[in-house]
Each structure stands twice: as structure tokens, then as C-alpha cells.
């Protein structure tokens, strides 16, 4: 297969399948462009439904976490995200009861948001949606992150988290080079695990 060819493929479906069975315990997941940035001004900068379409497979019928930027960075119809529990975190006392809130399990710490998924359907894996506060606060006890890279420029206010020298690269899909997008955008899914784990 030369170089154009592993650029045009698409994801192979049992990819992000078989993933998904292989992962227990604390799972983060985002997307980032190759410099790190995964948000600007409560969005992503880019649109890829290949990736929404891996990001909805991985983490259906599992509790997912995020911050209360990240919940109100979906479109109100599409939230809560529907078949897992959605946990949200807030140092807001009174948010849960406002509207933005409703469809969330609403919590005041990540150490609660992490009890509250044990207690849920699913919750053998969790998955820690974001944003960069959170993930931030995460990436030390998680097990796995499942990161797409997106062959994109684009600026940002929020960036993922380092992953340190206790993170090993477990797989890539494609093995070498990108996928491409039915819009052109190339894209990578890579898996990085916790040494040891
Ligand atoms: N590319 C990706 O995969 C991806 C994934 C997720 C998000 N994003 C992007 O990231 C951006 C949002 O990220 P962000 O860093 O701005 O916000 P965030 O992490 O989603 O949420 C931050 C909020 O979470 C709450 N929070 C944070 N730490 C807390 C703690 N220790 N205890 C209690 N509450 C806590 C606070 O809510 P209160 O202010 O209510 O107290 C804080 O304002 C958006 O642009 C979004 O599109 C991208």
C-alpha cells in the first residue's frame, strides 16, 4: 500500500469495537489538533462526524464525566447524551437545579462525579469527557486515553493534558499516516495507556 492509499482508507468498523470491549476502569477521551488544542470559545474547532461517530461507539453504556463547560459546550438537544449516565461537575451550589443542568447527575467534585459512576449502569468503565480543567485534574489516576489527532492548524483556549513518561503508545489506527474524513480532514485514533496497566 503506498502513502496515498493509507491517507484515503476509512477506520476499519471493528476498530473502535474492539477498543471499546479491551478498556475498563478510568478512561479519558478527546480529540486534539497535532499542537493540542482541543477547544476555542466553548466549541471544537473543527467538524468530524468520524469522530463523533467513534467517540459515541467507545463510550456508549459507561458513565461519562465532564465539567459544566463541557455539558453546555452540546447543543441543548443533545443532552444528555443518551444511553450513559451523564455526571457533571460544578463548585456551583445551586446549579443542579437550574435548567442547563437537567438531564445531568450533578456533583461538586471529581472524587464524587468517580463514586457517582461506580453506582451506574456500566460503570465498570468510566469515561472522563473533559474539558481541560478536567482532564487536567484526571490524568493521574486514569488508566487509559484515547486520543483522535486531527491534521488541523486551528488556534484554541484549551488544550489537552501531557501525557507523561508513564503513558505508552498501545495502538494507532491507522498503524502509520491518517484516515481522511468524507470533508477532507485527516485524522488519526491513538490509544495510550498507563505503563504497568
Ligand atoms: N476536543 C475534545 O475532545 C474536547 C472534549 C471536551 C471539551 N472540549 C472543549 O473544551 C472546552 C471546555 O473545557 P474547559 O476547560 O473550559 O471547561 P471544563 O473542564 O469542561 O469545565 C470547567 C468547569 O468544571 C467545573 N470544575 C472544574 N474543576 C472542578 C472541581 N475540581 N470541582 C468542582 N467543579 C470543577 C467548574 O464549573 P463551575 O464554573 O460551574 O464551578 C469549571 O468552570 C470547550 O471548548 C469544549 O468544546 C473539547
Redesign the pocket.
Known amino acids: 500500500m503506498n502513502s496515498k492509499d493509507s491517507e484515503s482508507q476509512a477506520a476499519p468498523e471493528g476498530f473502535t469495537a474492539d477498543l471499546a470491549e479491551s478498556i475498563t476502569g478510568v478512561g479519558l477521551?478527546?480529540?486534539?489538533t497535532t499542537a493540542g488544542v482541543?477547544?476555542?470559545?466553548?466549541?471544537?474547532p473543527w467538524h468530524l462526524p468520524e469522530d463523533l461517530k467513534h467517540f459515541t461507539k467507545l463510550t456508549a453504556g459507561h458513565p461519562v464525566i465532564?465539567?459544566?463547560?463541557?455539558?453546555l459546550?452540546f447543543p441543548a438537544k443533545y443532552r444528555p447524551l443518551p444511553g450513559r449516565t451523564n455526571i457533571v461537575?460544578?463548585?456551583?451550589e445551586n446549579?443542579g437545579s437550574t435548567p442547563e443542568a437537567e438531564g445531568a447527575v450533578v456533583v461538586?467534585?471529581?472524587d464524587d462525579a468517580l463514586l457517582e459512576s461506580q453506582f451506574v449502569p456500566g460503570g465498570s468503565t468510566v469515561w472522563i469527557?473533559?474539558?481541560?480543567?478536567?482532564?487536567a485534574?484526571s490524568v493521574d489516576i486514569a488508566d487509559v486515553a484515547v486520543v483522535?489527532f486531527i491534521d488541523s492548524e486551528a488556534d484554541?483556549?484549551?488544550y489537552a493534558p501531557e501525557l507523561g513518561y508513564e503513558w505508552e503508545n498501545s495502538a494507532n489506527e491507522p498503524p502509520k499516516g491518517w484516515l481522511t474524513s468524507a470533508n477532507g480532514t485527516r485524522y488519526r485514533f491513538t490509544v495510550w495507556r498507563r505503563k504497568g496497566a
Request: no cysteine.
Open positions: 477521551v478527546w480529540a486534539q482541543i477547544g476555542k470559545d466553548g466549541d471544537m465532564m465539567g459544566r463547560k463541557t455539558w459546550s461537575i460544578t463548585r456551583q446549579w461538586k467534585s471529581l469527557l473533559g474539558g481541560g480543567e478536567i482532564f485534574q483522535t484554541g483556549d484549551t
